[in-house]
């Protein structure tokens, strides 16, 4: 493996390895295409246009920084979100909300909301007779409690901000006066606002379905023998870890916009989501609807980070009283409703052991994982969606020999827990970390040289949870990473600094994040609804125009220009002809959407399989022209050419037309147009992305402040579709990360009250806060997929927290004080310096 220099990062030439290799390979951005495209044998240009001039050859698309499509639409004030979005005699919506955490509602008055001027109507669940949002494991009742979300709540109340009725009004001031006019009586009941209270003997119920509040308990897994290992280990070290409650805070809040065309005979849904198909079946579900009947679009979205990949009750509700009204219907979240009503994230507990030999090796690990899921179980993932998670992946990165994992899900009375980027990840690779940052002081070791001797350097490597780890670069990148420190200088000016009296550290994180979970990984969960595949259809129009339609849906990750990037590749055209469709269930008979990384490893899979089988249609009608085998024939720059007689070749334009406008000179067989579709599905245990992050912080000893003075990541994504848009996802996940580290926070008071309603209580950084970011890439191809690409989405936030801890951690070495909550709070930091 070699790094990249200056020079380099300036535009010059660097080999790559082969397949299952890694190399750091830089381009103009700092990073570059691995020597082979990936984009098939030949190379893009224009399509209906010949390629370059004999002997030269066009640059691969894939591996290269072109510029975003999107960027000049949304740059220039042209993007349309969901409440740019209206349609005449639009009406808008807005919710009266629980104002009691838990109990009874004994009356509900909306007489007076009805007779505010400028509303229009109002709602309740009785009003509206909505079915149940319910999602399932198939699970005995034991590891599983099924549980359902109403669409409006019915007598009984689970959180602050819980929707009791929906108000609509000619405008949104009349919604919000409606709002106040509403009268709601309680009988209230004590909360259950935390884990321990949860499970505590004795307590209330959230759900009569589930006992001790537990919705998911996954079945103890124990290495035979562990108790024995344990006790015949040299040294046992103990993590007792706590993170705390987030919100995802994409700059879009949720909205919806739904009315009904008479037309289509359908409702028609506008919504910012990341799962528009999921979001089809449920409204059609909850509606008594066919999904046929029902058309969810997607405009422009303004981030998810996970939130948007469940689906709310709020846009059921809307397009319930759209077609209780026959008008459209717009609703439009507030930033008070989607920190305290919204779906929340993170918090969670964990107790961890593990058992260290003499020489430093990890001989088994012991975990007992709570988390605190809030009121409901989100569809459809449900209340499972983090303690599977980080109960089938703890080990991380590391080789564990012996296992015993107990996780669970827990009701509270708290706004509902969803997917949040990452999805536990942050918090297990932070425990992990911890429990090597321990054991290194415990032995008398160098904390990074223990992680060197535990990781997993063979691949493909099964791990003792029963997963399969593809090759990837886990020593090279921790190499890496401190080495930059090291050649920097920062250990010694960490050392200058506490004979100075100054508290300087440094910390580590070492992790992977699988990605492009398929069917397989997902069924292991016992999903009732098991996502995985994707489907994309490429289809060339007469003039030789490519459209690519995809199952995926962006919220920010630059989808219109990485698929167009291999779709243009796979094919040989320029990116300025292909255009991506997405978020319009219409157009793809079933889709995922985009979470958990998978876009580019499932939906560019399916992407390039669908433009080779269009490739191969192309290559098929020139054949026949010529009377050869289509196999004697390629793609080359916009045209196909005979293999032989390099010269012969016919412009996609004039094959598209023969294909649209001349179906009589066909082939036998052959049916009119240009169009592929594909499938793609991953029937193995997912491909894993890695990095090491290393973080310098200081700690100012009156405050208890602490200031990250450098950043260095060191990322494996395998192959960069777009290495600009990776180090755009790595800044922003690392900025999210050092967020849940330091700053953000929701907590509740005994009442079940949310502490923050607005950016005055939530402490969100800004760019002062953020350092400097320096982004090294390693490349090892993942073997399994049809682009060689990894996940990229969530490893920036995954590393953050457990590097940033470790940071300030090391910063108190010499107070034997050790934090291991986040965030690191300036009051937390100031009581370890000063003895509290």
Known sequence: MTASTPEER??????????????CRPDATGRGTDGRGHGGTHRPSAAGHPGPPPGEERAPLIGRSVPRKEDPRLLTGRGRFVDDLTEPGVLYAQFVRSTVAHGEVTALDLDAVRAVPGVVAAFDAADLGLGDITAR????????AETSMPVLARRRVRYVGEPLAIVVARD????EDGLEAARVGYDAWRPVVSEAAALADGAPLVHDAAPRNTLVDVAPFATEGIDEIFAAAHRVVRVEARTGRQNALPLETRGALAHWDDRAEQLVLRTCTQVPHQVRTVAAGCLGLDERAVRVLVPDMGGGFGLKCVVGREEIATAAAALRLGRPVKWTEDRKDALTASFLAREQRYDVRAAFGADGRILGLDADIVCDMGAYSCYPFTAGIEPLMAAAELPGVYRVPAYRVRGRAVATNKAPSAPYRGVSRPQYVMVMERLFERAARELDAD???????????????????NITYDPGSYRESLDLCERTLRAEGWYERRDAAAAEGRWLGIGYACFNERTGYGSTAFARRKMELVPGYDLAEVRMDP????????GTMSHGQSHETTLAQIAADTLGVGLARVKLHQGDTDR?????GTFASRSVTIGGSAVRLAAERLGEKLRRLAAARWDVPWEETELHHGTVRLRAAPDTALPYAELAALAHFRADLLPAGTAPGLTATASFDV???GTFSNATHGVVAEIDEGTGGVTLLRYVCVEDCGVAINPRVVEGQCRGGIAQGIAGALFERITYDERGEPSATGFGDYKVPTAREIPDITLLHLETPCPTNATGAKGVGEGGTIGAPAAVLNAVNDALRATGTELDTLPVTPRAVHRALHGG
């Open 10 to 23: 300036r535009g010059g030439e660097h080999t790559g390895a082969g397949r299952g290799g890694h190399a």
């Open 588 to 592: 793809v008979p079933y889709g995922w």
């Open 683 to 685: 029937h193995h245990d």
């Open 172 to 175: 949104a001031y009349a919604a």
């Open 447 to 465: 904390a990074v040289e223990l992680r060197r001797r535990n990781l997993i350097t063979d691949f493909p490597y099964t791990g003792v949870n």
């Open 543 to 550: 003039g030789g125009a490519v459209s690519v339609t995809t």
């Open 137 to 144: 494991l198939d699970r005995p009742p034991e590891e599983f």
